[in-house]
């Protein structure tokens, strides 16, 4: 049996760490923000390579808030990924502001560029590319374009932790970098966690009241803001886990490698990593028209499998209303149906990545 992940095994490798880390918090009394939270911010900014940091409670609130603090809102466009994670959709939304769908390069999956510079309007204040799958979207015609037409770039990074574009960590090449500590990602939390990376002082700044009611002073709210601060109990469990993410990314870089050699006569298309990435490899997809038969198989030989995502947000019901047909979007729809993540994660070992490819090929003979 090789499960798609496992998450235990971490709590188990580090346990006398994690335990002595949550102590700490607990012992020291102070249960919201303050020191714990603050030193994880700065060890995060740290290796993201950016100024700030600003830990929030999860994800989706990141991506909401980075909206906020650029004052996002109704008569706004963002422009938006296709085939993403919902909640990518969701922060546009939850701004009232108007939801312009690209389509990807389909050999990357990520957001393309050129298909971008033609969904610009006088109305486009956001362009807001996801490193989807853990590998860097083309930054820097994203950022050419933001520049010329004077909008802002945010960052969707939830599956990024680790992967570089041109050399640099993803953390600061937009204007906004969101993250989400959701315990599944590539640098996880014992439950929901969120955080901010930016260079812009003012933003962090802005960010910081957005989290906290709107507060700079206790008991004066100078908008109106929401909780969404980050747990000190997570953070004193992230700062454990960043001191072993270097190790846990190399990890799923070699298990990419050993998919990628022994996978590379087996008919399915595999990942394609431009010279300029180097993915975090938070998953690793495969594509194939007979996906649903080949996923079935794995399940049978033992092996656990994802397909990140089977719905795009376009034909979800809570899209409806946008009125936009399965066709309207055809390359997130094919993906949709195409796509099929294999097991990935610090837990495999290059025996199990060899185990999981012996199983495809007999899948697929
Ligand atoms: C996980 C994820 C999110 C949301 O993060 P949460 O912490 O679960 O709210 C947003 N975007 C992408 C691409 C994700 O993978």
């Avoid at 969707?156 to 932790?161: S, V």
């Avoid at 886990?241 to 050699?261: F, Q």
């Avoid at 055809?330 to 025996?351: F, I, W, Y």
Wanted: charged share 20%; net charge negative.
């Amino acid at each position: 049996m090789i499960p798609f992940l496992a998450l235990g095994p971490t709590y188990h490798e580090l346990k006398a760490d994690i335990d002595d880390a949550i102590a700490r918090v607990l012992d020291s009394g102070w249960y919201i923000l303050g020191p714990e939270v603050e030193a994880f911010e700065a060890e995060w900014a740290a290796f993201c390579g950016a100024s700030h940091a600003v830990g929030l409670a999860n994800g989706l609130d990141a991506l909401t808030l980075a909206l906020r603090a650029l004052d996002i809102g109704p008569g706004d466009e963002v422009i938006v990924p296709s085939n993403t994670y919902i909640a990518t959709w969701l922060a546009v939304s939850a701004v009232g502001a108007k939801i312009v769908p690209v389509e990807p390069e389909p050999a990357t999956h990520n957001i393309d560029p050129d298909r971008i510079a033609v969904a610009i309007t006088p109305s486009t204040k956001v362009i807001l590319p996801v490193h989807l799958y853990g590998q860097s979207a083309d930054l820097n015609p994203i950022l050419t374009l933001a520049r010329a037409h004077g909008i802002f770039v945010v960052e969707d990074a939830a599956q990024a932790h680790g992967a570089t574009y041109r050399g640099r960590h993803i953390g600061a090449h937009g204007d906004l970098v969101c993250w989400s500590f959701y315990p599944g990602k590539n640098l996880g939390a014992f439950g929901d966690a969120g955080a901010i990376t930016t260079n812009r002082a003012d933003l962090a700044e802005r960010l910081q009241a957005l989290r906290n009611y709107g507060s700079r002073r206790k008991y004066v709210n100078d908008e109106q803001g929401v909780n969404s601060r980050l747990d000190p109990i997570q953070a004193a469990v992230l700062r454990v886990k960043l001191s072993h993410l270097d190790a846990w990314t190399d990890r799923r870089r070699t298990i990419a490698a050993v998919y990628a050699e022994e996978l590379k006569d087996s008919g399915l298309t595999l990942p394609h990593v431009p010279d300029w990435a180097n993915p975090a490899w938070h998953l690793y997809v495969v594509r194939s028209p007979d996906r649903d038969r080949l996923q079935s198989n794995l399940t049978e030989a033992g092996v656990g499998t994802l397909i990140h995502y089977p719905i795009p947000p376009h034909m979800q019901e809570a899209y409806a209303s946008l009125g936009l047909a399965a066709e309207a979007l055809p390359l997130a729809r094919q993906l949709a149906n195409e796509v099929l993540s294999l097991p990935m994660g610090p837990h495999l070992t290059s025996a199990d990545a060899r185990a999981v490819a012996a199983a495809i090929r007999d899948a697929r003979a």
